[in-house]
């Protein structure tokens, strides 16, 4: 038989506010976690943030100072295009709110390829505003790779991928045609794709190489960039010549640059012969990378 003294009591009833607290602090830490885990990082320099800016009628850059993320209107919702690393990819949706745009209005999310930088954060996008994903089914593997391996403020998990696309698959989203091309290289399942953009009621077509660096390996790989730059360059040159360069990364397409430029009166994103100059630079790559694993 136990005899509960006073002193027992009160010990009890320390233990229950021990317990009561600790399961409070345990509680509070959890949503805390939570909250730490959606975190919504400063918008700083340091950290690469960029204001968002409109460069066409139906065209704006939405991404940071190192990857480009673009976002499309249409006659039927929001077109968001690559959607940059994890958590950084989190200031999307408030510069779409800031241009005066619904991020629930995103119904497409296109990702040009597999690396954390351009496909880090469409699962956060597409979990709170419901948008659809589609990418390449090759690059779909590797951005699960990339996301099992992501850490720390950098972790992601890849996305629900509604439409795998497929070389010279086409879409339209309301009054906008995107065409889209396989364009193996800088990974196996490189998206590049085009479309026409507006400026001032006048119709431009634009051009997003899916992916710029020969930071790969292999030779094959190597072969398959340069028939990709290649293609891209044929492509280019039908008519009407692609004049808008919507470079994956902007120091690629010196998008900050032009955008300093910009008047009512001219809008240097325009530029056919630009466009032309980067391919030569891609092309460079492709030459000295294709000698470099020759050579191995
Ligand atoms: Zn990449």
Same mark, same amino acid.
């Given at each position: 038989m136990?005899?509960? *003294?006073?002193?027992?009591?009160?010990?009890?009833?320390?233990? +229950?506010?021990?317990?009561?607290?600790?399961? /409070?602090?345990?509680?509070? +830490?959890?949503?805390?976690?939570?909250?730490?885990?959606?975190?919504?990082?400063?918008?700083?320099?340091?950290?690469?943030?960029?204001?968002?800016? #409109?460069?066409?009628? &139906? /065209?704006?850059?939405?991404?940071?100072? !190192?990857?480009?993320?673009?976002?499309? *209107?249409?006659?039927?919702?929001?077109?968001?295009?690559?959607?940059?690393?994890?958590?950084?990819?989190? !200031?999307?949706?408030?510069?779409?709110?800031?241009?005066?745009?619904n991020? %629930?209005?995103?119904?497409?999310?296109?990702?040009?390829? @597999?690396?954390?930088?351009?496909?880090?954060?469409?699962?956060?996008?597409?979990?709170?505003?419901?948008?659809?994903? +589609?990418?390449?089914?090759i690059?779909?593997?590797?951005?699960?790779? *990339?996301?099992?391996n992501?850490? @720390?403020?950098?972790?992601?998990?890849?996305?629900?991928?509604? *439409?795998?696309?497929?070389?010279? &698959?086409?879409?339209?989203?309301?009054? %906008?045609?995107?065409?889209?091309?396989?364009?193996?290289g800088?990974t196996?399942?490189?998206?590049?794709?085009?479309?026409?953009?507006?400026d %001032? @009621?006048?119709?431009?077509?634009?051009?997003?190489?899916?992916?710029?660096?020969?930071?790969?390996? @292999?030779?094959? /790989?190597?072969?398959?960039?340069?028939?990709?730059?290649?293609?891209?360059?044929?492509?280019?040159l039908?008519?009407?010549?692609v004049?808008?360069?919507?470079?994956?990364?902007?120091? +690629?397409?010196?998008i900050?640059?032009?955008?300093?430029?910009?008047? #009512?009166?001219?809008?240097?994103?325009?530029? #056919?012969?630009?466009?032309?100059?980067?391919?030569?630079v891609?092309?460079?790559?492709?030459?000295?990378?294709?000698?470099?694993e020759? %050579?191995?």
């Open positions: 136990v005899l509960y *003294t006073p002193e027992m009591t009160h010990h009890r009833r320390d233990c +229950m506010m021990t317990y009561k607290i600790g399961l /409070l602090f345990l509680l509070s +830490m959890n949503a805390f976690s939570a909250v730490l885990k959606e975190y919504i990082p400063n918008k700083s320099v340091k950290n690469g943030y960029v204001e968002p800016f #409109q460069m066409f009628d &139906d /065209l704006y850059y939405v991404g940071d100072k !190192w990857v480009s993320s673009y976002l499309v *209107t249409t006659s039927d919702g929001l077109v968001l295009i690559d959607s940059l690393d994890s958590p950084y990819g989190r !200031w999307i949706p408030q510069n779409i709110q800031k241009l005066g745009f991020p %629930k209005d995103i119904r497409y999310i296109f990702i040009t390829h @597999g690396h954390s930088d351009h496909v880090g954060s469409a699962e956060y996008i597409q979990r709170h505003f419901g948008a659809k994903v +589609m990418m390449s089914s690059d779909f593997r590797l951005a699960k790779f *990339t996301a099992k992501s850490t @720390g403020d950098n972790l992601f998990l890849p996305p629900k991928v509604e *439409t795998f696309v497929s070389d010279n &698959d086409e879409l339209s989203v309301g009054s %906008k045609h995107f065409k889209f091309y396989l364009t193996p800088h196996r399942g490189t998206l590049s794709l085009e479309f026409f953009v507006t %001032k @009621g006048k119709s431009y077509r634009a051009f997003i190489v899916g992916g710029n660096g020969t930071n790969f390996t @292999g030779f094959d /790989l190597a072969e398959k960039y340069a028939h990709s730059v290649q293609r891209i360059r044929n492509l280019s039908s008519k009407p010549h004049e808008v360069n919507l470079a994956s990364h902007p120091h +690629m397409a010196q900050f640059e032009r955008n300093a430029r910009y008047s #009512q009166q001219t809008n240097p994103f325009i530029d #056919q012969e630009s466009f032309q100059e980067f391919l030569d891609l092309e460079k790559r492709s030459v000295k990378k294709l000698a470099k020759k %050579k191995k």
